[in-house]
T-cell receptor, first 115, second 109 residues
Framework: EPEVTQTPSHQVTQMGQEVILRCVPI?????FYWYRQILGQKVEFLVS????????KSEIFDDQFSVERPDGSNFTLKIRSTKLEDSAMYFC?????????????FGPGTRLTVL | QKEVEQDPGPLSVPEGAIVSLNCTYS??????FMWYRQYSRKGPELLMY????GNKEDGRFTAQVDKSSKYISLFIRDSQPSDSATYLC?????????FGQGTRLTINP
């Protein structure tokens, strides 16, 4: 069964460093998302991406964040200068065409720890 | 008022019991309602989604939506220890999902 994959599973970084989180969405999907979950809190939307551009972003997704689909398979989230409060699980998700738009499939997540 | 509210539990029931999980919401524009299951340190897994008011059944799982009360439910029949997980309700805005806090459920053998 096709699935969303994410690498690395755990990333430890120093405050102020740049990190890139990587995702491979399900191959025929068209819509891509990043969410995050701070320990003990809700899953929160960060950004959605369609047709090679951001279609919506949350207040959390400020200038420190960027997304890219550098090739036909990968989808990345970059945090330019990490802060302690960026420590969280980051989930990538994807969904298919408009008829299956509601079915967002999530990856296993990357646990980001900022020291 | 929070957009989506869900009792975080924990909820502990014996194997075989019927489990009822619930969420309330404030945004009457929500039309699509989802239930996800999340095992510890894993990504959310889509269980089912419903459109507008009504019921939807899938095996041992039944989702109900009451838009007039802004209340959704997930029922699990004949609960199994493997159903032990955190259950998240989510509602779709045009481009994103808005999640509840999640209810941590334990099914005791």
């Amino acid at each position: 069964e096709p699935e969303v994959t994410q690498t690395p599973s755990h990333q430890v970084t120093q405050m102020g460093q740049e990190v890139i989180l990587r995702c491979v969405p399900i191959s025929n999907h068209l819509y891509f998302y990043w969410y995050r979950q701070i320990l003990g809190q809700k899953v929160e939307f960060l950004v959605s991406f369609y047709n090679n551009e951001i279609s919506e972003k949350s207040e959390i997704f400020d200038d420190q964040f960027s997304v890219e689909r550098p090739d036909g398979s990968n989808f990345t989230l970059k945090i330019r200068s990490t802060k302690l409060e960026d420590s969280a699980m980051y989930f990538c998700a994807s969904s298919g065409d408009r008829s299956s738009y509601n079915e967002q499939f999530f990856g296993p997540g990357t646990r980001l720890t900022v020291l | 008022q929070k957009e989506v509210e869900q009792d975080p539990g924990p909820l502990s029931v014996p194997e075989g019991a019927i489990v009822s999980l619930n969420c309330t919401y404030s945004n009457s524009a929500f039309q699509y309602f989802m239930w996800y299951r999340q095992y510890s340190r894993k990504g959310p897994e889509l269980l089912m989604y419903t459109y507008s008011s009504g019921n939807k059944e899938d095996g041992r799982f039944t989702a109900q939506v009451d838009k007039s009360s802004k209340y959704i439910s997930l029922f699990i029949r004949d609960s199994q220890p493997s159903d032990s997980a955190t259950y998240l309700c989510a509602m779709r805005e045009p481009q994103k999902l808005v999640f509840g806090q999640g209810t941590r459920l334990t099914i005791n053998p």
